[in-house]
């Protein structure tokens, strides 16, 4: 194992659980998590640094493009946690989101022979949205990218209302549904406008 992943866990054991002991000692018995965030797994983008979350505030799922596949018959990872947080925790909002320079959404947009990757290529086509894009578009390769992105979030959260657990909290209005990009380099976010269906500043 990489000697800074066992450091770290030495620091946590040492500084930062001690520290924090009452609230790890809460936790240790109750997981009312308050929102569900999809995001990439991409290891440059961590949800819960980026929305400044502590421990037991949100529960997370991470795939290869923040893709959710549409509800079907086949038991599957991603659709298990999600029916698990919201009929047994009931979290009130789901964020799906995307982000700059994704490898996924740069695969679609550009074209990109994944032979070599049968697993991934056969996950992005089937969860993913429409592809590719020609890197010839107005804005050039980052430009269609950046498109990608934007619309893989809008096919997600289609695909989100196609789960049970989802459609029946949303019938509720027991859930929101939120769609969010964040940019590496600049750290803003934009926000899914449901009714525009365009992409916003976050105030």
Excluded: K
Excluded at 47 to 64: D, N
Excluded at 92 to 115: F, W
Excluded at 160 to 171: E, F, K, N
């Amino acid at each position: 194992m990489h000697p800074d992943l066992t450091d770290g866990v030495r620091r946590f054991r040492r500084d930062v659980h001690p520290a924090r002991a009452a609230l790890f000692e809460r936790l240790a018995s109750s997981h009312r998590p308050g929102a569900l965030f999809i995001g990439c797994s991409d290891a440059r983008v961590v949800p819960e640094l980026l929305t400044q979350s502590g421990p037991g505030e949100l529960f997370v799922i991470r795939t290869a493009g923040n893709l959710v596949p549409v509800y079907g018959p086949a038991p599957d990872a991603v659709s298990s946690s999600i029916e698990y947080a919201l009929a047994v925790l009931g979290v009130r909002d789901v964020i799906v989101c995307g982000h700059s320079g994704c490898g996924a959404m740069t695969a679609l947009a550009t074209g990109e022979d994944l032979t070599e990757l049968p697993a991934l290529d056969g996950w992005l086509h089937t969860a993913g949205p429409a592809g590719p894009r020609t890197a010839a578009s107005d804005g050039g390769a980052e430009a269609a990218v950046t498109a990608l992105v934007h619309d893989n979030v809008t096919v997600q959260l289609a695909h989100l209302a196609t789960h049970p657990s989802v459609a029946r909290a949303l019938a509720r209005d027991a859930v929101t549904l939120h769609g969010w990009t964040h940019d590496i380099r600049t750290g803003a976010v934009d926000v899914l406008d449901p009714r525009s269906g365009t992409f916003t500043p976050l105030a």
